[in-house]
């Protein structure tokens, strides 16, 4: 059974930083591409990031060089470090990954910047 959790999510000041997890299990995420994906209140979920299966990061514009993505294999984890936090990056942080042609989400991790 496919499952990804995410953590690390948390109340931060403005110019804070976190890293956020995504642990998968019921496959190997070694071949996989995955993905961090957010969710503003009121706002449509939107791509922040992925990392193909090669380890190779893709960020969306938006990013401007504040979120590094990562993955370790062996932990079977996923990684997004956020650095320079600011208010709009508030935001349910959902991971996400496709497997045997069905796309599967966590349950998100809520970042909240306030000072």
């Known amino acids: 059974q496919v499952q990804l959790v995410e953590s690390g999510g948390g109340l931060v000041q403005p110019g804070g930083s976190l890293r956020l997890s995504c642990l998968a299990s019921?496959?190997?995420?070694?071949?996989?591409?995955m993905y961090w994906y957010r969710q503003a209140p009121g706002k449509e979920r939107e791509l922040v990031a992925h990392i193909t299966d090669g380890d190779i990061p893709v960020y969306k514009n938006f990013v401007k060089g504040r979120f590094t993505i990562s993955r370790d294999n062996p932990k079977n984890t996923m990684y997004l470090q956020i650095n320079r936090l600011k208010p709009d990056d508030k935001a349910i942080y959902y991971c996400?990954?496709?497997?045997?042609?069905?796309?599967?989400w966590g349950q998100g991790t809520q970042v909240t910047v306030s000072s």
């Open positions: 019921g496959f190997t995420i070694t071949y996989n591409d």
């Open positions: 996400s990954t496709f497997w045997s042609g069905t796309r599967y």
